[in-house]
């Protein structure tokens, strides 16, 4: 990681003017339809710096940093088939995520409602709030990835046995007010 703009790293290979104009260093907290936005526009407008980025791993779902902001993080993730999450919600963050390459499949719940299912192609940009959970794997036959943001970032996540054992109200997680260099170090040795 390197230290481009005051308050912000960002991936050596997306030291780019756009992603300086996108990731608001200053912004405190982002809303899921912010960071909708985000995924969005990173995957759409800077696809061949990611694809520069993108590795998969056989032995576990791969992920790179993108960018961290003591309001956001920002993350590229990879899919090989078979690969994907355990049931979990984001401990209060708002999350996004944004299909890059293939297809990924989600199965979700909002608390006390249905479970749901959707297949989300590329393209395919969502935002959320701190109460829900849910479950990415990809299903398909060749590998997928997806830019993904949190807010606040390094909240922790919980897995759940199963979407139907989420309780009926997630309670947020304390969120961590930390420096950038903590976070950045943190992000280091947990991941997404």
Request: aromatic share 6%; no cysteine.
């Amino acid at each position: 990681m390197t230290t481009t703009i005051p308050g912000a790293y960002l991936h050596p290979k997306l030291d780019v003017r756009l992603l300086h104009d996108l990731i608001h260093p200053t912004r405190e907290l982002w809303t899921p339809r912010e960071l909708r936005d985000l995924t969005s526009t990173v995957a759409a407008e800077l696809t061949t710096p990611l694809l520069d980025v993108l590795a998969y791993d056989p032995g576990r779902r791969w992920w790179a940093r993108l960018g961290l902001t003591e309001g956001v993080e920002l993350w590229l993730l990879s899919w090989l088939p078979g690969q994907g999450t355990e049931a979990h919600d984001h401990g209060g963050a708002s999350g996004s995520f944004t299909v890059l390459t293939g297809e990924l499949h989600e199965d979700y719940r909002y608390p006390g409602g249905p479970i749901r299912s959707a297949a989300r192609p590329v393209g395919s940009a969502l935002g959320f709030g701190a109460g829900r959970a849910h479950r990415v794997v990809n299903r398909g036959e060749v590998g997928a990835a997806s830019v993904h943001a949190y807010s606040p970032p390094l909240v922790p996540t919980r897995e759940y046995a199963s979407l139907a054992d989420i309780p009926d109200l997630i309670p947020p997680l304390p969120a961590r007010r930390l420096s950038l260099e903590r976070l950045s170090v943190l992000t280091e040795q947990e991941g997404p």
